[in-house]
């Protein structure tokens, strides 16, 4: 059975640096075709994509966050680590967490989601 | 980056209309477009994968199509539990990206 959990603070202040960890199980990021990706959602906006980590540890990242940004894993822990830094409230939103996996014909998709953890950026 | 456009963006049907929902992406994506449904509160959850891909455990009256740059997801009749909304996704190429949504609510 395929989980995801994200954990991190529900509140921080501007210009802060989060830290988000997606704690997994069911799966390893050790094989080959596995990822996971963040995703965010600001409250009552869309879906935005974060960044990857690969199971051969390529790394992917937002264009006009990429500089904000740095993802990680731990393959003995089954935990990836986000983080984000100078927050600002325009940063405040659901973090979600996602498995991600080639299908039969080499599409990428999320097929397993976190709850989900709402961070507020407020001073 | 790959920009997705999503119409409508808001829909209002009623149990057991048929609904049709399309993506367009701003460059050719070949078949590589996924389909989620969120419900308020809740993560999305996958419905559709190289854009005509069933997921499993998915009910047999959503259908996806298209190629290229034109995508379209169907609810055949729509059910009490469908009314939610709907995102498209290209994982063609990254940084991959969502379309801005389509909310289903009902008449």
């Known amino acids: 059975q395929v989980t995801l959990r994200e954990s991190g603070p529900p509140l921080v202040k501007p210009t802060q640096t989060l830290t988000l960890t997606c704690t997994f199980s069911?799966?390893?990021?050790?094989?080959?075709?596995?990822?996971v990706s963040w995703i965010r959602q600001p409250p009552g906006k869309a879906l935005e994509w974060l960044a990857r980590?690969?199971?051969?540890?390529?790394?992917y990242y937002n264009t006009s966050l990429k500089t904000r940004l740095t993802i990680s894993k731990d393959t003995s822990k089954h935990q990836v680590v986000l983080t984000m830094t100078n927050m600002d409230p325009v940063d405040t939103a659901t973090y979600y967490c996602?498995?991600?996996?080639?299908?039969?014909?080499?599409?990428?998709?999320?097929?397993?989601w976190g709850q989900g953890t709402l961070v507020t950026v407020s001073s | 980056d790959i920009q997705m456009t999503q119409s409508p963006s808001s829909l209002s049907a009623s149990v057991g209309d048929r609904v049709t929902i399309t993506c367009r992406a701003s460059?050719?994506?070949?078949?590589?477009l996924n389909w989620y449904q969120q419900k308020p509160g809740k993560a999305p959850n996958l419905l559709i994968h190289?854009?005509?891909s069933l997921q499993g455990g998915v009910p047999s009256r959503f259908s996806g199509s298209g190629s290229g740059t034109d995508f379209t997801l169907t609810i055949s009749s729509l059910q009490p539990e469908d009314f939610a909304t709907f995102y498209c996704?290209?994982?063609?190429?990254?940084?991959?990206?969502f379309g801005p949504g389509t909310k289903v609510d009902i008449k």
């Open positions: 190289a854009a005509s």
């Open positions: 069911g799966f390893s990021l050790n094989t080959r075709g596995m990822c």
């Open positions: 996704q290209q994982s063609y190429i990254t940084p991959f990206t």
């Open positions: 996602a498995r991600e996996k080639g299908d039969d014909v080499g599409v990428y998709h999320f097929d397993y």
């Open positions: 980590v690969d199971w051969d540890d390529d790394k």
């Open positions: 460059q050719s994506i070949s078949t590589s």
